[in-house]
């Protein structure tokens, strides 16, 4: 008797231990299954990471370029502005030197209009004196009389400064 209940608990014990080990030969098959899902992960992982690292150095090198590109930009923004400046300040000194001029060619028309023997009346700008011929009638040239050599240029002046107006 004493045999056979060995016997009996020896069959529980394999029993209980073969249950053991078909529960641990389960877990070892899911641990190895997700093992190669880990190592699948392991692997995305990676690639991504390297994918990232390129774009990272994509950027960088399009950002140096990009600081590069508006270095020059700013660059020839601050040429193009001085060449505006000198062009104004060029442009202000032909102003001056302009109105300096009309101012002068005013006077001088002033003058011209005075009598030249200093009494003080003005005579009729020889324009004036003469009609204006009408589309009717045929233009007929005159030629001027002579100047005396001292007038010639005022008049010149004066027949330019009218124009320009």
Same mark, same amino acid.
């Given at each position: 008797?004493?045999?056979?209940?060995? *016997?009996?608990?020896? /069959?529980?014990?394999?029993?209980?231990?073969?249950?053991?080990?078909?529960?641990?030969?389960?877990?070892?098959?899911?641990?190895?299954?997700?093992?190669?899902? /880990?190592?699948?992960?392991?692997?995305?992982?990676?690639?991504?990471?390297?994918?990232?690292?390129?774009?990272?150095?994509?950027?960088?090198?399009?950002?140096?370029?990009? %600081? %590069?590109?508006?270095?020059?930009?700013?660059?020839?923004?601050?040429?193009?502005?001085?060449?505006?400046?000198?062009?104004?300040?060029?442009?202000?000194?032909?102003?001056?030197?302009?109105? *300096?001029?009309?101012?002068?060619?005013?006077?001088? /028309?002033?003058?011209?209009?005075? *009598? @030249?023997?200093?009494?003080?009346?003005?005579?009729?700008? @020889?324009?004036?004196?003469?009609?204006? @011929?009408?589309?009717?009638?045929?233009?007929?040239?005159?030629?001027?009389?002579?100047?005396?050599?001292?007038?010639?240029?005022?008049? *010149?002046?004066?027949?330019?400064?009218?124009?320009?107006?």
């Amino acid at each position: 008797m004493l045999g056979t209940v060995l *016997d009996l608990t020896m /069959i529980v014990l394999l029993l209980v231990t073969s249950f053991w080990c078909v529960r641990v030969h389960r877990r070892l098959a899911a641990l190895r299954t997700g093992q190669s899902e /880990i190592a699948a992960f392991v692997e995305a992982l990676a690639a991504a990471t390297e994918r990232a690292e390129r774009a990272v150095q994509e950027m960088k090198a399009a950002g140096s370029q990009a %600081a %590069a590109s508006r270095e020059e930009q700013e660059s020839e923004l601050r040429s193009r502005r001085e060449e505006l400046q000198r062009t104004v300040e060029a442009a202000q000194r032909m102003q001056r030197r302009l109105e *300096d001029v009309l101012g002068r060619g005013a006077r001088l /028309i002033a003058e011209l209009r005075t *009598d @030249p023997r200093g009494s003080g009346t003005e005579s009729t700008p @020889p324009q004036s004196s003469a009609p204006e @011929p009408s589309e009717s009638q045929p233009r007929q040239e005159e030629e001027p009389a002579p100047e005396p050599a001292r007038r010639r240029p005022a008049r *010149d002046l004066l027949q330019a400064l009218q124009t320009l107006r």
